[in-house]
DNA sequence: GTAGCGTTAACTTCGCAAAA
DNA sequence: TTTTGCGAAGTTAACGCTAC
């Protein structure tokens, strides 16, 4: 599909989604996948196309995009699923290219992160995400509220040391955390691995971009993912943040967010960003998104929904 | 031979809320 | 009251290579 009839079908969806009734399921989830690239792109296969695709969706999964979960895929950016495809009935050849395009989007990805286009977060959706950066801001104002940076009252005792070390060291990665703080894996869980999320989750940790292996599996880095302080890494978009107000920062991320997906449910919407907006700071916002006519109220089926307009 | 590296998909179970 | 759908939480297997 060239880029100008992809173009056309969208803007044929969001023509129907503007019609007076309200739009039937299965053209609202298509609308959906086709803004959030899922279906009707070319594979995306260079930095500029990544770029684009990020300002265009707002917030994409690092990895496989999920059913049930409306949120743009780097990894199904970059591979257009096959016709064929019981996943028990791959040949070896659809195995190795299925590698390959992980390794691209993991380069893509990384390459998203050094020029700090995308950062890294978890706290949507309780998956690892690529914010674009002019989001972050907003959402390391919402999920930060004015805490000060040494404010560590309510981190864990292995995160408050693992991040004493980062200050002091700056970079790490979680195996060396793991040799200086004498923390070792247990059989079902990993102190390191999540003291190192809890940091991540409360923006004290950014976690950049590293080498990606010319063999074996391409998220298992041979040197280890890169941890550091977030607001040294981040300072411009810090700096940002600080000029934010809760309602301007929730309307940037629920307006953009739903620019990207089309459409959510309110009930989606707190679901996947519970770590930083109350569900009725989320309804707030859509009432003066609403007020704006950047969203509408509808219905799909028995589910409410925001639609994008 | 084994641990370490990082993450996902798939699955199960339970609980809750909304609609019929 | 029952049904249905959704979300949360937890578990497990899988992946390939390298260093010890």
């Known amino acids: 599909m060239t880029a100008s009839s992809c173009e056309f079908l969208h803007g044929l969806f969001i023509f129907r989604l503007g019609m007076k009734t309200s739009p039937s399921a299965r053209d609202i989830e298509a609308a959906q996948r086709v803004s959030l690239w899922l279906d009707g792109h070319d594979a995306i296969t260079t930095a500029a196309e990544a770029k684009k695709f990020l300002k265009s969706v707002s917030i994409a999964l690092r990895y496989g995009a999920t059913e049930g979960l409306p949120l743009a895929s780097i990894y199904a950016a970059v591979h257009v699923p096959r016709e064929s495809a019981a996943k028990n009935r791959e040949t070896q050849k659809e195995r190795e290219q299925d590698r390959e395009l992980l390794r691209r989007a993991i380069e893509l990805t990384n390459g998203l992160m050094a020029y700090r286009e995308g950062i890294e977060i978890n706290v949507i959706a309780d998956r690892l995400v690529l914010a674009h950066r ?25 995160a408050k ?42 923006m004290l940790l950014d976690r950049g971009p590293s080498d990606v292996p010319k063999t074996g599996i391409p998220y298992l880095s041979r040197d280890g993912y890169p941890y550091r302080i977030f607001h040294e890494v981040h300072r411009d978009l810090v700096a940002k943040a600080g000029k934010l107000t809760v309602k301007a920062a929730a309307d940037l991320v629920i307006g953009r967010y739903l620019k990207g997906a089309v459409y959510a449910s309110p009930r989606k919407l707190a679901s996947m960003f519970k770590l930083f907006l109350s569900a ?16 509408k109220l509808d219905r799909v089926g028995r589910t409410e929904v925001v639609v994008s307009r």
Do not use: C, M, W
């Open 161 to 202: 040391r693992a991040l004493a070390l980062l200050k002091q060291k700056l970079i790490a990665t979680a195996g060396e955390v793991r040799s200086h703080l004498r923390l070792e894996r247990g059989e079902r869980h990993d102190p390191v691995v999540e003291a190192l999320s809890e940091l991540q989750r409360e």
């Open 134 to 158: 002019d989001l972050l801001p907003a959402i390391y104002f919402l999920r930060r509220r004015g805490r000060r940076l040494d404010d560590t009252a309510n981190l864990s005792a292995e």
């Open 280 to 295: 009725e700071e989320i309804d707030e916002s859509v009432e003066r998104l609403s007020a704006k006519k950047a969203v």
